[in-house]
């Protein structure tokens, strides 16, 4: 068998295929199938962009300027979908599926056929999505979460059901090949407790994953039979619950918050030590606390369902559970500044990234710790306080990491150094603008406005308007990041070292930038220095 | 026009801002408000309070470890010669800023369990509406007040025709120019308001005719969902009488953003002499009730 194997790949021994078609669509490669989850992932990103324009657009003042509210509310819900399940999610596939294999030194992902399954299913997924919105009836408008009845009344739910069923084979999928990878294919000397961080948060999330998309698909498989098949899962008038679909949808739902974030706690305990040059602070505690936020994620969906009117035991239960999850979360942005303290620093686009992660997340967090006290939580659900409170923890938590982690790898990837100046305008400027967008949205929140409306009272206008124009400024600075990207891949005449920063450490700088096709074909001798956790227990 | 609105409310701004933060009964949300609002409810400081310690309570640990974070940036840095130390775990910090948090928490939870606990009691109500939410409108049903049941009170509740006309896709009409009295309404006036007596306890009987709503008058403190073959029950005190506006909270079709809520808080006397007519309309032709009943909706397609 193994033999065999061996075989197989003797043609493309040394180097990558030449024919396009061969060479994408037919790839078992864990780098070529990484590039192509991210550069879906940034497609993605700007179609979903562009939905979230149109929104602040409207949004720009009172009255009704540019589309009818059922076109707004499929853009808001399109919005969620596509930035959700098409940009966060295989943003970071990509990258666990480019790095993992460098990082515990394996010379692939362990089932590369399923691998480029996993992502050629997603086009498709999201073709069959975005194609609702140039049907008759329109695209889902009753919101990324779907609630029924109303999720019922929209003509498009087989599409959205038949997309999201889709988009779960591909992170099932992808889900058991990194956990595969991970337990099987490490170097020998590469023990759990030596792992990277990136590597144990992608572990966890794939668990997280595999325990949780059933859920979703369960959930709105309901939806399709309620709706064609004449069950009543969901249907108070044949003994159906509609609250129900509420508890499966967010058993489902918040693991799925985590699943977008702890890959992204994996990739700032990667940038802060390099860039500090220093160990990180604690690192059994970083992988634990990882354990721990995952674990409380499957007993936390109701806080999502406090107007709901839970009885009164529920809600404390919910409220304790979701406070309880500070605890861990605290002690990883501690653990990150005590990695600072002490250091040796520079300020490279990559940190940069991280270091307003650190304080823009926390900034999220503060708000979700609010939003966990029911009593306020009354005032603030469904309000723009909370699109505020998950815009933080996605953009310039998710989204950040992701933008600091292609900052990152992107010279060991294309083997040349971007430009730093043009990562920094791309930095500030996204920075500024994120907060000018976001920010507000807290004070919308608490003077009352809700989330999901297309048109407001006037007390709301001055608070928009400025959300707005940092919204618009935001989205044109992403064009920064692509312009930098392509200099970066195809112009760039600045050849980046094998180690590329001083003080990085892991088996991933020590293979040639660009990395070969093929890394690790022999597995690599483990040198615990070379590891930034080799020495755990000194 | 916005920009004139916005001039307009720039004059009133900083003092308004300032008012706004520590601020007292607020009818209707203002410009620039910054903080939630104190309500005007005997329950209602509850999560306002609850708002406002968890708030400073955050600002302080995200001042102190913020401040650790850029003392570390301008101290740590390799442009100034610092070079990298080597530890990387220390037990006893570990232990205290995991303990610390969670004697936060514990104070936090105290406080938040107290308030939800008294918001959960809704015994020894004196007046009982029920509220249905339909796309796009909510319907309020009087059941009982003092003991004693009401009959037939109960109309429908939808957005006032000015905001309605105004808030069509070009309809070129100035949402700042919607206003009753000095107070602008666009998207927060209804037809006909649900009306209440002042210091009364009210119990409201939520649910819904279609897809979930949610009934919310930040004056109350709370909301809660309406839905579908299931009914939640709430209760309000409201210790000053005025006109209170709230929207729907729960995304529930495309009018979602146009089916406002106001609460008109009346003393007791005039609360009573409300009542009395309302019943004796609801009475005496029949067919009047019904007509206003089935006006509503077609008043709603020609709007």
Redesign the interface.
């Given at each position: 068998m193994s033999y065999a194997a061996t075989h197989d790949q003797h043609d493309d021994h040394h180097g990558a295929p030449k024919g396009f078609f061969q060479r994408w669509c037919m790839s078992t490669n864990h780098k070529d199938i990484g590039t192509l989850y991210l550069i879906f992932s940034l497609t993605m990103l700007f179609i979903g962009g562009s939905f979230a324009m149109l929104i602040r657009a409207e949004l720009f003042?009172?009255?009704?300027?540019?589309?009818?509210?059922?076109f707004f509310?499929e853009m808001t819900a399109m919005h969620a979908l596509v930035m959700i399940f098409g940009a966060i999610m295989p943003a970071f596939v990509g990258l666990g599926n480019w790095m993992i294999p460098l990082m515990v030194g394996a010379p692939d992902m362990a089932l590369p056929r399923m691998n480029n399954l996993s992502f050629w299913i997603l086009p498709f997924a999201f073709v069959l999505l975005l194609s609702t919105l140039f049907l008759p009836g329109g695209g889902p408008?009753?919101?990324w979460t779907m609630?029924p009845?109303?999720s019922l009344?929209s003509g498009s739910l087989a599409y959205a059901v038949f997309a999201i069923h889709l988009m779960g084979i591909s992170s099932i999928m992808g889900a058991i090949n990194i956990i595969a990878t991970i337990l099987n294919m490490r170097a020998p000397g590469m023990d759990l407790m030596k792992m990277p961080v990136f590597v144990w948060s992608w572990l966890i999330t794939a668990f997280l994953l595999i325990a949780v998309m059933p859920a979703l698909a369960g959930a709105v498989t309901m939806l399709l039979t309620d709706k064609y098949f004449g069950t009543n899962f969901f249907n108070?008038?044949g003994g159906?619950?509609?609250?129900l679909y509420q508890h499966i949808f967010w058993f489902f739902g918040h693991p799925e918050v985590y699943i977008m974030i702890l890959p992204a706690f994996g990739i700032i305990s990667e940038i802060v030590p390099t860039f500090?040059?220093?160990?990180?602070?604690?690192?059994k505690?970083m992988v634990f606390a990882i354990a721990c936020i995952a674990f409380l994620s499957f007993i936390v969906w109701a806080h999502h369902m406090f107007?709901?009117?839970l009885p009164?035991g529920a809600?404390?239960f919910f409220?304790?559970a979701t406070?309880?999850i500070?605890?861990p979360t605290?002690?990883k942005?501690?653990n990150w500044?005590?990695?600072?303290?002490?250091?040796?620093?520079?300020?490279e686009t990559p940190m940069l990234f991280a270091?307003a992660f650190?304080?823009l997340f926390?900034?999220g967090g503060?708000?979700g710790?609010?939003m966990a006290?029911?009593?306020?939580d009354?005032?603030y659900?469904?309000?723009y306080f909370i699109v505020a409170h998950f815009h933080y923890v996605l953009v310039t938590g998710a989204l950040f990491a992701i933008i600091g982690a292609a900052y990152y790898w992107m010279p060991k990837w294309t083997g040349n150094m971007y430009s730093e100046f043009w990562g920094k305008v791309h930095f500030w400027n996204s920075v500024i603008w994120v907060n000018v967008l976001f920010f507000p949205q807290h004070?919308l929140g608490?003077?009352?406005?809700?989330?999901?409306?297309?048109?407001?009272?006037?007390?709301?206008?001055?608070?928009n308007?400025i959300s707005s124009i940092g919204g618009f400024l935001f989205g044109a600075t992403q064009l920064i990041f692509v312009g930098v990207l392509i200099h970066c891949a195809f112009f760039s005449k600045k050849k980046a070292t094998d180690r590329v920063w001083e003080?990085a450490k892991g088996l991933e700088w020590t293979i040639p930038s660009p990395a070969p096709h093929h890394t690790f074909e022999v597995p690599p001798v483990i040198n615990d220095d070379e590891l930034a956790h080799g020495h755990v227990n000194d | 026009m916005t920009s004139g609105g916005i001039r307009r409310s720039f004059t009133a701004a900083a003092a308004l801002a300032l008012a706004s933060f520590g601020s007292a009964a607020l009818a209707a949300p203002g410009p620039w408000q910054l903080n939630m609002e104190r309500g005007a409810s005997t329950w209602s400081p509850v999560p306002y309070h609850l708002n406002n310690v968890a708030l400073g309570v955050c600002t302080v640990i995200g001042v102190l470890v913020f401040s650790a974070m850029f003392i570390a940036i301008f101290r740590f840095r390799k442009s100034r010669g610092a070079v990298a130390e080597k530890w990387s775990h220390n037990t006893t910090v570990e232990v205290v800023w995991t303990t610390i948090p969670v004697l936060i928490l514990i104070t936090l939870a105290y406080l938040a369990t107290s308030g939800l606990t008294s918001w959960a009691d809704t015994t020894g109500s004196q007046m009982t509406v029920k509220v249905t939410g339909y796309q796009w409108k909510w319907r309020y049903d009087y059941v009982d007040y003092l003991g004693k049941s009401i009959d037939k009170v109960g109309f429908m509740s939808k957005l006032d025709s000015r905001s309605d006309r105004t808030r069509q896709l070009g309809s070129g009409m100035d949402p700042f120019a919607v206003k009753v009295g000095d107070e602008n309404t666009y998207l927060l006036d209804v037809d006909k308001p649900l009306v209440v007596p002042v210091d009364t306890k009210i119990r409201f009987v939520i649910t819904s005719g279609d897809v979930i709503h949610s009934w919310w008058v930040p004056a109350t403190g709370w909301k809660i969902d309406a839905i579908p073959g299931i009914i939640n029950a709430a209760w309000a005190n409201f210790t000053t009488p005025g006109t209170y506006r709230g929207q729907c909270a729960e995304l529930c079709g495309q009018d979602h953003g146009f089916m406002p809520i106001v609460v008109e808080v009346k003393s007791k006397a005039d609360f009573a002499k409300w009542l009395a007519e309302q019943e004796a309309s609801s009475k005496a032709p029949a067919a009047a009730a019904q007509t206003a009943q089935v006006a509503a909706p077609v008043a709603g397609k020609q709007g």
């Open positions: 003042k009172p009255g009704m300027q540019l589309m009818q509210p059922y509310n408008a009753g919101g609630y009845p109303l009344q108070p008038g159906g619950d509609p609250v500090a040059r220093k160990p990180i602070f604690g690192y505690a107007a709901v009117g009164l809600e404390v409220m304790y406070m309880l500070s605890v605290g002690v942005v501690f500044v005590a990695t600072m303290w002490g250091g040796s620093m520079t300020f270091i650190i304080i926390t900034i503060f708000s710790l609010m006290l029911v009593p306020a009354f005032q659900h469904d309000t004070f608490l003077a009352g406005m809700p989330r999901r409306i297309p048109d407001y009272n006037v007390a709301f206008a001055n608070f308007m003080g | -």
